[in-house]
């Protein structure tokens, strides 16, 4: 059940950042700072730090506004609360005005229609999500997944969905951007962490598209 109240988390935030309204400037959401991380030959991430200068105020009214979720999972025969916060609009839901603000320009550059939005809420650090590749790759060849990190900064690690060690470790907060492309969600894994250390709340806007993009040639799928 989505709850409309505000979740009491700390994060020292800039308390005097405020929204920008939508295209208020053209470059509020710029991606001229973005590098691309190659993973291998067929998987990639694209990161851009800092790329919602007014991420503070973003999590402050994301906090307000989302249809929180404390949602289970089923560990052996258990009922167990999984530890986070989500809010989800799924493919067909009106997305907020706020998310709408993310998606046109990512939409854009990535020839994609990020459709589907999960926002997730890691209240402290003992808040984390465990080693897993994104469920779009079921449906789609080549899957895109764009996250807004706001908050805290925190963990977040790649390894080979084979196996193997941790082959990436980026502390994604405040605004940062990472988009994960290619075959990531096939042959990749990623997860957050517990961090004892943790400076306070993050939250991850995840973007995800439903229909691959027009004239994006398809990779077969491994196996
Ligand atoms: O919080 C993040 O950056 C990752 C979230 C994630 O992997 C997921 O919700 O599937």
Not at 10 to 22: I, K, P, V, Y
Not at 51 to 56: E, G, M
Not at 154 to 169: I, S
Request: charge should be neutral; charged fraction near 25%; proline fraction near 9%.
């Amino acid at each position: 059940m989505a709850d409309r109240s505000r979740p009491r988390v700390a994060w020292q935030g800039s308390l005097f950042d405020e929204l920008a309204e939508g295209g208020s400037s053209p470059d509020r959401l710029s991606f001229a700072h973005l590098r691309r991380d190659a993973l291998d030959a067929r998987s990639w991430l694209d990161v851009a730090p800092g790329w919602v200068p007014d991420h503070a105020a973003l999590f402050d009214r994301l906090l307000d506004i989302a249809p929180w979720q404390q949602r289970t999972r089923t560990m052996w025969d258990d009922q167990v609360l999984e530890p986070r916060l989500v809010a989800h609009w799924p493919t067909g839901a009106a997305l907020p005005p706020e998310v709408l603000e993310l998606t046109a320009p990512l939409s854009q550059r990535y020839g994609v229609e990020l459709d589907s939005c999960l926002v997730n809420l890691y209240r402290d650090g003992a808040d984390a999500v465990a080693w897993h590749a994104d469920t779009v790759r079921k449906v789609l060849r080549d899957p895109l997944v764009a996250t807004v990190s706001l908050g805290a900064r925190r963990a977040f690690l790649l390894r080979p969905a084979a196996g193997g060690p941790v082959a990436r470790r980026y502390a994604p907060g405040e605004g940062d951007l990472i988009v994960m492309g290619g075959a990531c969600q096939h042959e990749w894994h990623h997860t957050v962490p517990r961090e004892k250390s943790a400076s306070g709340a993050r939250m991850s806007i995840t973007l995800r598209h439903s229909r691959p993009g027009s004239g994006r040639p398809e990779r077969p799928r491994p196996g």
